[in-house]
């Protein structure tokens, strides 16, 4: 049974930084793509970025592109949202998730199989 365990979310005024974390619990971890969503108040969850299954291709949202950075080791089963620059509309569950068939980066939601319980980030002004 795959399992994903966030952590590294809190509460952090705006223009700082946050780094979430993202612990996979099996051995296939390297081999497919991974992504982070989040998911506002009232909001759909919405992708944040992805990233492939060496971390040599990522993809990120308008939204976040130059302000957030993913990565991985796969070496630790672990996959990393670096986070600068955080504004208030920042503010949502963060979830990981991880494919368990598609290699390349991908923004679907569908298209990941497994995903972690979430973690809270809130950014006041």
């Known amino acids: 049974q795959v399992q994903l365990v966030e952590s590294g979310g809190g509460l952090v005024q705006a223009g700082n930084s946050l780094r979430l974390s993202c612990a996979g619990s099996?051995?296939?971890?390297?081999?497919?793509?991974m992504a982070w969503f989040r998911q506002a108040p009232g909001k759909d969850r919405e992708f944040v970025t992805s990233?492939?299954?060496?971390?040599?291709?990522?993809y990120y949202a308008e939204s976040v592109k130059g302000r957030f950075t993913i990565s991985r080791d796969n070496a630790k089963n672990t996959v990393y949202l670096q986070m600068n620059s955080l504004k208030p509309e920042d503010t949502a569950v963060y979830y990981c998730?991880?494919?368990?068939?598609?290699?390349?980066?991908?923004?679907?939601?569908?298209?990941?199989?497994?995903w972690g319980q979430g973690t809270q980030v809130t950014v006041s002004s």
């Open positions: 099996e051995g296939t971890f390297s081999r497919f793509a």
């Open positions: 998730a991880e494919s368990a068939h598609i290699v390349i980066v991908t923004t679907a939601p569908g298209d990941y199989d497994y």
């Open positions: 990233i492939n299954w060496s971390g040599s291709s990522t």
